[in-house]
């Protein structure tokens, strides 16, 4: 698509902002004139993820932990709401913390915006479909989700977020966005955060088996990091409500994926298989209509183009 809506913004809070996605928005968001300050406690974010934009006009860092507070004075006409451990790993290492940010975290975001009659946007993400049991997935898909098994800190708290901008929304008037995000991947991952691609990147640099789970033939559909922040930003500025799926529009197995790193990575690598998790879904692929017809939105970086990306950045990075 040619059309993508972008607004100019004056004062951007980016909840998060020291995380992979959320390092990036605070970037974005810079270049395009806007003031921005980033809120993070630096649990799973890493303050080298914003090194290069402190001392940059317009922009503030600010260490804390939004579910306890949210201490920005300063009004402003956008809040992006990403503060949230995401990994796998770190949402085992987190779970309660994972489930404070969701609910509480989010409270606190949504009061800050309610209070600056503020535009929010809520990072949500596909494990509200949980193990889905039909692909693709849309908006309306209620999702297959377990409430106790291993990932349920991660999936309901995001579930509960969802519920909480939407109540926000209906009985206080705030201006409310929720965003649903797929597999998103790029450089500025850290390599010790569990998801497949920064796994098996860092494996095949290092020589090392790459660690496939269950027979490797479970789908993901991956969005290269620039296509994610810019239908972000999109549906900011777009005034829809959501929810909306921001992700690929293709699948990939993840033994397809591990032999396509081997392959870009020139490594000699060799594939291991290991026990899958439990609750792992089998298939996770959006449907991505809505972003399309409403947005104007689709992402344009290929799987292939976007490893090779990656992987040049894991090379001289990590």
């Not at 810079?30 to 649990?43: F, Y």
């Not at 922009?59 to 006409?77: I, K």
């Not at 291993?150 to 939407?166: C, I, M, N, V, Y």
């Not at 269950?214 to 922040?229: A, F, H, N």
Request: net charge neutral; proline share 5%.
């Amino acid at each position: 698509m040619s059309r993508v809506i972008s607004r100019k913004w004056g004062h951007v809070v980016v909840t998060g902002g020291g995380g992979f996605v959320g390092s990036r928005l605070c970037a974005v968001l810079l270049d395009a004139g806007a003031d921005v300050t980033c809120v993070d406690d630096l649990s799973t974010g890493r303050a080298e993820n914003v090194a290069a934009l402190r001392g940059r006009p317009g922009f503030t860092f600010v260490r804390a932990d939004v579910a306890e507070e949210l201490p920005v004075d300063r009004p402003a006409d956008l809040v992006l709401h990403f503060a949230s451990p995401s990994s796998p790993a770190d949402c085992l290492r987190l779970p309660l913390h994972t489930l404070d940010t969701g609910s509480l975290g989010t409270r606190n975001a949504l009061r800050l915006a309610h209070r600056a009659d503020a535009r929010f946007v809520l990072a949500s993400a596909s494990g509200v479909y949980g193990a889905p049991r039909h692909s693709p997935q849309d908006e309306r898909y209620r999702g297959d989700v377990d409430p106790v098994g291993p990932r349920s800190a991660h999936d309901e708290a995001k579930r509960f977020a969802e519920a909480l901008t939407t109540a926000h929304a209906e009985t206080l008037g705030t201006d409310t966005c929720v965003v649903r995000l797929f597999n998103t991947y790029g450089p500025g991952m850290r390599g010790d955060d569990g998801r497949a691609v920064s796994t098996f990147v860092r494996q095949a640099l290092a020589g090392e088996p790459l660690t496939v789970t269950g027979d490797g033939l479970q789908t993901r559909s991956l969005c290269y990091i620039d296509d994610t922040v810019s239908a972000v930003l999109a549906a900011a500025a777009h005034g829809m409500r959501g929810p909306v799926n921001i992700g690929g529009a293709s699948e990939i197995t993840m033994l397809g994926l591990a032999r396509l790193v081997i392959a870009l990575a020139g490594s000699r690598s060799e594939i291991r298989y290991i026990d899958r998790p439990v609750d792992d879904p089998a298939v996770r692929r959006p449907d991505i209509t809505l972003a399309r017809d409403k947005l104007g939105w689709e992402p344009h970086v290929a799987t292939e183009e976007g490893l090779r990306r990656t992987i040049d950045w894991f090379r001289a990075n990590v």
